[in-house]
């Protein structure tokens, strides 16, 4: 055994695994919570557009009017005119609230504000929202100025979701802090010591635990094959875990307890083998999408701020 490898047994074993609750984990309730809520807000907003834009009788402002509510909001198809405003009012708040987001990873002040990737999650939604609304907002009359901030808008929310996507590959302590190679070893281990100790050994479980892997990560490859290659393993694992969920349903040998923790094991060590596996490249392809990405916000900021303070100044409504 060479000194290198002797050395790196030695730090293999007394390093501290990362714990669980250090590791930043997707938080369910809020996620599905702001995905309910997206979708509501989003159906909501374009079914109103297309019902008060096809000059329809009936629509859903007419029906809160009903009740007295937003009286002062007549039927129109105007980007200044109606709900449209008001629209678009709510909409640049969306952008401007989701920019908390950068205050959050740059500041150590925060770092008790919740995990980042909650923070993350609430920056994608409002992102969503606020282009849906915006859209809306516009009345799908583009042109002059506003339309640079538009159609920046709609490439900075489309490039959002692939970087939520290649953000999710690199595994995250609470605090923001990516974790190194070593961390993600050393947590494997962990979960597979854990995985002995509580299941314990039985060839069955052990099929169903040693059925999950993931090929390694090429750092020659082009960012369009890499991406290609992530998604392609990610579905072929998601397939694999859904086989393996249906297979665990039906055997009968296993008590329900033992199931579930099986199935958990299972979902984390997929999570944890994409991340070692394909780390160098996530990481590699994120600061690709950054360097793509904030050019784009920056000038969709610039545009939206310029827009508004005309309007504000000289009621230019269309610049």
């Known amino acids: 055994m060479t000194m290198e490898n002797a050395r790196g047994v030695d730090s293999a074993k007394t390093e501290k695994p990362l714990r669980r609750e250090t590791i930043a984990q997707l938080n369910w309730p809020l996620h599905i919570f702001l995905w309910i809520t997206g979708i509501i807000i989003c159906t909501v907003a374009l079914l109103e557009s297309y019902l008060q834009l096809s000059g329809s009788s009936y629509y859903l402002l007419g029906f809160v009017q009903h009740y007295g509510y937003l009286d002062?909001?007549?039927?129109?198809?105007?980007?200044?005119?109606?709900?449209?405003?008001?629209?678009?009012?709510v909409g640049t708040a969306c952008f401007i609230i989701m920019m908390s987001y950068s205050i959050r990873k740059r500041f150590s002040f925060m770092v008790d504000a919740g995990s980042l990737r909650s923070w993350l999650d609430v920056h994608m939604f409002l992102g969503i929202v606020g282009t849906v609304l915006t859209t809306t907002h516009t009345t799908y009359k583009l042109g002059g100025l506003v339309s640079i901030s538009f159609w920046c808008m709609i490439i900075v929310a489309s490039s959002g979701l692939l970087g939520r996507y290649l953000y999710g590959w690199i595994p995250?302590?609470?605090?923001?802090?990516?974790?190194?190679?070593?961390?993600?070893r050393a947590y494997l281990e962990a979960s597979d010591q854990q995985m002995q100790d509580t299941l314990g050994k039985s060839p069955k479980i052990v099929k169903y635990y040693d059925q999950i892997s993931s090929p390694p990560g090429s750092d020659k490859d082009n960012a369009l094959v890499a991406i290609f290659k992530m998604i392609f393993f990610d579905i072929a694992n998601m397939l694999l875990i859904g086989k393996i969920w249906v297979e665990l349903i039906m055997e009968k040998e296993l008590p329900t307890s033992?199931?579930?923790q099986l199935f958990s094991m299972i979902r984390e060590k997929n999570s944890m083998l994409r991340s070692r596996n394909f780390l160098t490249t996530a990481q590699r392809l994120l600061h690709y999408w950054h360097v793509f990405h904030k050019p784009l916000a920056v000038m969709m900021f610039i545009v939206m701020v310029i827009h508004v303070i005309v309007w504000f100044l000289f009621g230019a409504h269309d610049i």
Do not use: D, F
């Open 172 to 184: 995250h302590q609470v605090s923001g802090k990516e974790l190194e190679m070593e961390e993600i």
């Open 72 to 89: 002062k909001y007549g039927q129109a198809n105007e980007p200044s005119k109606g709900i449209w405003h008001l629209i678009g009012i």
């Open 258 to 260: 033992a199931k579930k």
